[in-house]
């Protein structure tokens, strides 16, 4: 019986998740791959967006990925702490912005 | 026979040696290094790649490294340099070299160090091979040519056609100072344009101005082809820099990056790493396999690193410089240990960068 939800092992069993459904799993790990791969932008900068949006949605996995690659495709911390900022202040602004519908319904309910 | 150290604007740090830590011994840091459990032993992962026993495939560089001295203390290096060692070259080697140099047709002559400029018959040295006909490859840290004694270091790189291979881990400040001690960024910079503003790294000057990056931690440096083009473009965004290739080296587990690191905790998990990133493509180009390195005593070595070791050559091969043969060392086998996982991990490692064109697999 675990006793945890997360455990930092997982992170390199990921490709287990192919067990039971391969086809659904191979196609994935395909479209993952071509979308790091270099385009219009970098790798270092897809992987710098992946650290973002890896704090966004708080994946452990995730943040301890990206944040290895960032470092390996040479970014460094100063570039790799504004990007989780930029998904802080998206994610505070989201909160925020829906003020605006707080606001919508008090002044349409009010005097 | 031994200079004064040079005075530094930069911050510096004992060396090893200098603090009497047990790792600067080379038998200590074997011993290290041979008690760490891995998966397979480095001659057990190139059987399985159809490369053991490794060979060398000829000498194309002679590596010098002239002496230990130098105005700097990265925190990753495998030499343990610093201001306060004495060992340089002795006459009497650096005249055999020459004669070596003079009398073989190998073309690249590469001197390291230390800081190799540091050494009394440097420039010598470079102007002999130069009109000997080789290529010459200066490893040089930036930083000296910024010491009133060696300000003539670019003019003179130029007028010698001077191959200079520079290091730079990071295009922005904290990186590097973190890795080269506080300060070094900033003279970096300095250095880097004086050279381009010599023609150094400019297209069509035949100048060659190549920089050097290794991580700034415990990871395996990215793709050289993209982190070249990132640091390209950040260099002249940020500087008004330019230069001509990036290569990108591993950290070796020898020396001051050992002390880190055993100090951290790290060593078990990145000897790990290393091992799990063992790539065959990788290990078939090494550069022990065309280059032959000569120690500041005349000792003969496969690389710098086993040079650090203190593994000499094959003993069925000639020993010292004193001792060359070309035809002996040309077929050489190489001297293995497991820190040669640091030159096959991933893209592959050497003085001349990754070794493969091969991308690196993502970790998660």
Known sequence: MHTHYYDAHDLPRFGEIGKDAPGLSEKFFAWYDAVFAEGALTEREKSLIALAVAHAVQCPYCIDAYSQDCLRKGSDLEQMTEAVHVAAAIRGGASLVHGIQMRNHAERLGM | ?364
């Not at chain 2, 480095?42 to 490294?65: D, K, S, V």
């Not at chain 2, 230069?243 to 950290?251: Q, S």
């Not at chain 2, 043969?325 to 050497?350: K, Q, Y």
Request: proline share 6%.
């Open chain 2, 1 to 364: 026979m031994t200079t004064a150290a040079a005075p530094s604007a930069h911050r510096v740090l004992p060396t090893l040696q200098k603090r009497h830590a047990p790792l600067a011994a080379a038998a200590e840091q074997r011993a290290l290094l041979s008690r760490m459990p891995v998966r397979r032993s480095f001659e057990e992962a190139l059987g399985g790649a159809g490369l053991y026993p490794l060979r060398a495939t000829g000498i194309e560089i002679l590596q010098l490294n002239v002496g230990r001295k130098c105005n700097q203390t990265c925190r990753h290096c495998h030499v343990d340099a610093g201001p306060d060692r004495t060992e340089m070259m002795p006459d009497a080697v650096v005249d055999r070299c020459l004669e070596v140099i003079d009398a073989t047709g190998i073309p690249t002559v590469d001197i390291t160090g230390g800081a190799p400029e540091l050494h009394p018959r440097w420039r010598e040295l470079v102007t002999r091979a130069r009109a000997a006909g080789k290529e010459v490859i200066d490893r040089c840290n930036l930083t000296i040519t910024l010491l009133p004694n060696y300000a003539y270091l670019p003019r003179f790189f130029a007028d010698h056609g001077v191959h200079v291979v520079a290091s730079l881990p990071h295009y922005r400040q904290k990186g590097t100072d973190t890795q080269r001690g506080g300060g070094v960024f900033e003279e970096s910079v300095t250095a880097l344009r004086r050279l381009n503003a010599l023609g150094y790294g400019k297209p069509g000057s035949g100048l060659v101005l190549d920089l050097v990056t290794n991580p700034v931690g415990t990871f395996l440096p990215g793709s050289q082809k993209a982190l070249e083009a990132e640091w390209k473009r950040q260099l002249l965004r940020l500087y008004g820099i330019e230069f001509n290739a990036l290569y990108t080296i591993t950290n070796m587990p020898i020396a001051r990056f050992l002390e880190f690191l055993e100090e951290t905790g790290q060593l078990g998990e990145y000897l790990e790493r290393l091992v799990t990133a063992f790539n065959p493509a990788a290990a078939a180009g090494v550069m022990c396999r065309n280059t032959l390195s000569v120690g500041w005593d005349g000792t003969l070595y496969d690389c710098d690193f086993n040079q650090m070791l203190e593994l000499p050559v094959d003993a069925r091969a000639p020993r010292t410089i004193f001792d060359f043969d070309l035809e002996a060392l040309a077929r050489r086998e190489i001297v293995l240990g497991p820190h040669c996982f640091g030159c096959t991990a991933g893209a592959g490692s050497s003085c001349g960068g990754a070794t493969t064109g091969v991308k690196i697999a993502l970790t998660g």
